[in-house]
């Protein structure tokens, strides 16, 4: 198993750009999620899903959104970046068991800069 | 808001030393969790712990919760070089497992 992977690692944009990253995973997990990470700074949520078709908002859902058509697929998209945007962001997914929600399984990270 | 708020924030030991951290939560919560995150890297599960338990153990790592203190601790035992990394803690604070995360505590080991 690949577990959660997250595509670009890396990724720099210009104040207004437009783009979306992809975070997959192979563990058919239930939930998944979108984090950010700012330095000094725990994780903050920007959007979560529980299943196919649904998406729901986090702490800081402002100037992201969110797809999720298929179970293994959970795409962040900036329509108009920031420099506030400049982040690393996680992905996470978690399996649902028995009905109890668990573990969160993290992907590596993409690191954002944008000028 | 960071839920949990991990203390001391940076923590600097020898090799075979123990290290403690301990974090604090301000609502009713299901269950907390511990996560590593090296540097550059993404997070790594360690050990979760549900509100009806008061310690668990890992290895060499040990997890208390008093609820009634609205607390947490983290215990290393005979840590390693390879224990340097960012501890955060993280409740399930609103449900669907939405994770509330600490600020996260940098434990550095020297060799």
């Known amino acids: 198993n690949a577990g959660v992977t997250q595509t670009p690692k890396f990724r720099v944009l210009k104040t207004g750009q437009s783009m979306t990253l992809l975070c997959a995973q192979d563990?058919?997990?239930?939930?998944m999620y979108w984090y950010r990470q700012d330095p000094g700074m725990g994780l903050r949520l920007i959007h979560y899903?529980?299943?196919?078709?649904?998406?729901a908002k986090g702490e800081v859902p402002d100037g992201y959104n969110v797809s999720r058509l298929k179970k293994q697929n959970f795409l962040l998209g900036l329509e108009s970046a920031a420099p506030s945007q400049t982040s690393v962001y996680f992905c996470?997914?978690?399996?649902?068991?028995?009905?109890?929600?668990?573990?969160?399984?993290f992907g590596p990270g993409t690191r954002l800069t944008v000028l | 808001s960071q839920q949990g708020e991990e203390d001391p924030q940076a923590l600097s030991i020898q090799e075979g030393e123990n290290a403690t951290m301990n974090c604090s939560y301000k609502?009713?919560?299901?269950?907390l969790q511990w996560y590593r995150q090296n540097s550059g890297r993404g997070l790594v599960h360690l050990i979760l712990i549900r509100s009806n338990e008061r310690e668990k153990h890992s290895g060499r790592l040990r997890v208390t919760l008093d609820t009634s203190k609205k607390s947490s601790s983290l215990l290393i035992t005979a840590s390693r070089a390879a224990d340097t990394a960012s501890y955060f803690c993280?409740?399930?604070?609103?449900?669907?497992?939405?994770?509330?995360f600490g600020k996260g505590n940098q434990v550095v080991v020297i060799p």
């Open positions: 899903s529980v299943g196919e078709g649904t998406t």
């Open positions: 563990m058919n997990h239930e939930y």
């Open positions: 993280a409740t399930d604070l609103y449900g669907n497992n939405r994770l509330a």
């Open positions: 996470a997914s978690t399996p649902v068991t028995s009905g109890i929600v668990d573990t969160q399984y």
């Open positions: 609502t009713s919560i299901n269950n």
